[in-house]
Structure formats: structure tokens, C-alpha cells
């Protein structure tokens, strides 16, 4: 089929990638969001799916809103077949929808209708699933509601962070939505609606959202903060400082502290918590560069009872 392959970040990749290896699709152009500031020196930059685009020699359209007239006029001329979506980043009005004719089939990284929205990997760690996965779904109006047609599932490991869960269902996924096309392709494959009950959002996720409550339970501080690693990254103010925080160990052998109350040993650093103390891993003071929090405390000169909130 001749496509028209939309997504941004890196986690796209694999898809794209598989598309074009593909011998049965001609990927004709992709769809990204247009060049951004990005990393320290915030220099305009093109998207990782663009880029890969650029070094292969394939069209790559920017549109500011996907339903800008140009753009329209432009994925017409190109009349795909369909249009497969991993992660673009921008609403489809039905007057994009409606150009390619097999539709807009989107890899969504949970199990539909469990976790529509932006951050669905983030909400299966923060609530503690244990199995999650990715679902290919034609795009309707309504958010992530079209019907699906194909699953893959993924477990939830313990210590899993939602890049590394992401990085592991970006792969998986890839094939599912490979095969999907395929099945669309030759017509083996058809959606089903998804029902009604059972469904479950992960909104976007921001940095307010991502501080550590250490007055809530070891297990629930534990998900937090993997669920916000990489990004948007996990916080606590400490001499009232914000304190990047990366992936902490409940550590139920230990003596219990104080909500907060800080206990530094040799080998380890423990944060007290409603249940269970912590054990923190890399931290980041303010204007500092990450590292291990045994190496933080030890500068930080941490007294008896101080706390992180």
C-alpha cells in the first residue's frame, strides 16, 4: 500500500523503520511536528522522525494544524492508501481523516479502552498493572474510541520505568502495526468497536504532577517516580530546593522513619514514607549534575531529622 507515515519522537522509529523495510508498502511521505527548540542549548531541531525521513530522501510535511488547507491539498496529491500514526503529537480533524481510504491507524501504547490519552505507559506503572501492551485502532473523532484492530501484550516488570516499558512496547508495536497493515492490505483484517465498558485515561503528564509524596505508602512513591523517568521526571524539595529525584528501592528490612526524614548511611540513603523507608537512587540538587545519593548526601552534610517533602 502506498502510506503516509505521521509520528515525532524517537519512539517511532521502530515503526517507520519497519514500514520501510516493508517489501509490501511505499512509505511516500511523513507527517511530523513542525522543527522545535530542544536540549540545553535550545537550537531549532528537526524531529527524530523527520530527520530520519530527511536522511532517506523522503518528503516530509510540517503542517502547524494538520487540517492547514496546504497540507490537505498536499496529502491528496499524494492519495495513501492509509495512514499509519505512532505518536505525532496533533489532532486529525475529519477533513484530514477522511483523505487516505483505508483511514488513519494508530499504534497506541495500552490496551484499548484501558488508558486513552498522552501518557498511557506512565498510567500502567503509576497504578501498578501488571500486564499492559499496544493496540492498532482506526482514528475516529472521539479520543482513542475507534475501533481496533489488533493487540499485543507486554508485562509490567517490577522495576520497570516507562522509558524502559516504552522502549520494549516500541518494538512489539511495531510489529503489531506492521501486520496491521498488511491484514488491511489484503483484506483479512477488520475492527471491532471496543466496548463499552472498561475504559480508563492518561492525560499528559506534567512536571506539577510528579512530586513525590512521601506521606503516601513506599509502593505508591516507588511507581511515582518510575512512571515519571525519563520524563517528565520525578521531584521533592529538600532545604527548599527542588530535588530531581530518579528511581527509588522500598527497603522493608529497614528501620522505619518519619514520613520525609532523611537517614544517610554508608551505603544508602532512606527517606521515610507512610509505610516502608525508601532507598533513593541518582538524585539532582539544583544546579547540580546528577548523581548517586549516597555521594549527594555526603556533600549535602545532611543533620539528624532533616526532611524531604
Not at 506534567?206 to 512521601?214: G, K, L, N, S
Amino acid at each position: 500500500m502506498r502510506l503516509v507515515f505521521a509520528g515525532t519522537p524517537e519512539v517511532a522509529l521502530p515503526s517507520l523503520r519497519a514500514l520501510l523495510d516493508s517489501p509490501r508498502h511505499e512509505v511516500a511521505a511523513v507527517v511530523t511536528r513542525p522543527d522545535a527548540p530542544a536540549g540545553r542549548g535550545r537550537r531549532v531541531e528537526r524531529s527524530p522522525v523527520g530527520a530520519l525521513a530527511d536522511s532517506l530522501g523522503i518528503e516530509v510535511l510540517t503542517p502547524a494544524k494538520a487540517g492547514d488547507p496546504e497540507f490537505l491539498a498536499r496529502l491528496t496529491e499524494i492519495a495513501p492508501d492509509a495512514c499509519p500514526v505512532v505518536a505525532y503529537g496533533a489532532l486529525l480533524p475529519e477533513s484530514a481523516l477522511a483523505i487516505p481510504v483505508h483511514g488513519w491507524v494508530n499504534l497506541h501504547f495500552s490496551l484499548l479502552p484501558a488508558w486513552r490519552g498522552a501518557a498511557p505507559v506512565q498510567a500502567a506503572v503509576r497504578n501498578g498493572d501488571d500486564i499492559t501492551g499496544a493496540s492498532t485502532f482506526r482514528i475516529v473523532k472521539a479520543l482513542d474510541a475507534g475501533p481496533v484492530f489488533g493487540v499485543v501484550t507486554e508485562q509490567v516488570r517490577d522495576r520497570d520505568t516507562s522509558g524502559e516499558l516504552l522502549e520494549r512496547l516500541s518494538i512489539s508495536g511495531a510489529r503489531l502495526l506492521e501486520s496491521t497493515i498488511d491484514g488491511i492490505e489484503d483484506g483479512t483484517l477488520r475492527a471491532v468497536e471496543q466496548p463499552g465498558d472498561g475504559v480508563s485515561y492518561a492525560p499528559k503528564v506534567a512536571v506539577e504532577d510528579t512530586r513525590a509524596d512521601f506521606a503516601a505508602p513506599a509502593h505508591v512513591v516507588d511507581r511515582l517516580v518510575r512512571s515519571a523517568t525519563p520524563e517528565p521526571g520525578a521531584w521533592a524539595v529538600f532545604r527548599d530546593e527542588r530535588l530531581k529525584l530518579g528511581p527509588v528501592v522500598p527497603a522493608p528490612d529497614a528501620e522505619r522513619l518519619p514520613p520525609g526524614e532523611v537517614l544517610v548511611g554508608r551505603k544508602q540513603v532512606l527517606v521515610g514514607t507512610a509505610t516502608v523507608p525508601v532507598a533513593l537512587g541518582e538524585v539532582q540538587a539544583q544546579g547540580k549534575k546528577r548523581m548517586a545519593a549516597v555521594d549527594w548526601a555526603r556533600g549535602a552534610r545532611i543533620g539528624a531529622g532533616e526532611k524531604i517533602s
